[in-house]
Structures are given as structure tokens and as C-alpha cells.
């Protein structure tokens, strides 16, 4: 019978864990607003001012970035596509008992 009062006070403690446990989740949620939520939106209104203060902005547009020679960018893909491709390897058989 002892076992059974031990279950019992294990059962109760894993009660209260839970209940900690839902408490404390309950709590986050309280927190304070992070930097991104707090700014969340003001992107638009910092380009609305950004065209009043310089509407010819989008008229000298700069340079494009130039990505890979076009012999790398061949070369990378077709590296890219091969690894996709099953290799074959050989396999040597095991011997479990040695010949003498």
C-alpha cells in the first residue's frame, strides 16, 4: 500500500507543474511589444517622406549588381544539379570468416 500514496504525491506534483507551467504561458503573453511590432508599419510612411523630400529619387537609378561570369555560372550549376544525381559506388563483400 505505501506505493500507492507515492503515486498519488507524484500525481499532485505534476498537477501543480502543469498548472506553473500554464501560468507561465498565460504570463507571456504580457510581455512588452518587441522592436518589430512596435515599428511594424512605419516602413510605408518613412518612403512616403522619403518621396517628399526627394521626388526625382527613382529617376537616377544605380547600376545594377553584375552576378557571376556566365563560365561560373554554368560550371556552379551544373555542379548544383549533378549532386542530385545517385552515385554508384562499389561495395566489397565482407567476409564473416577468413579463409586460412
Known amino acids: 500500500m505505501p506505493r500507492c500514496g507515492r503515486g498519488l504525491r507524484n500525481l499532485s506534483s505534476l498537477k501543480i507543474w502543469l498548472i506553473l507551467g500554464a501560468v507561465l504561458v498565460w504570463l507571456s503573453g504580457c510581455t ?5 511590432e512596435q515599428n511594424y508599419g512605419r516602413a510605408v510612411t518613412v518612403n512616403k517622406v ?3 523630400v526627394n521626388p526625382e529619387a527613382g529617376l537616377h537609378q544605380a547600376s ?4 557571376l561570369p556566365p563560365q561560373v555560372g554554368v560550371k556552379v550549376n551544373a555542379q548544383y544539379t549533378d549532386s542530385f544525381q545517385k552515385k554508384e559506388e562499389e561495395h566489397k563483400p565482407i567476409f564473416l570468416f577468413q579463409e586460412q
Do not use: C, F, I, T
Open 64 to 67: 545594377a549588381s553584375v552576378g
Open 32 to 36: 512588452y511589444p518587441s522592436a518589430v
Open 50 to 52: 522619403n518621396q517628399l
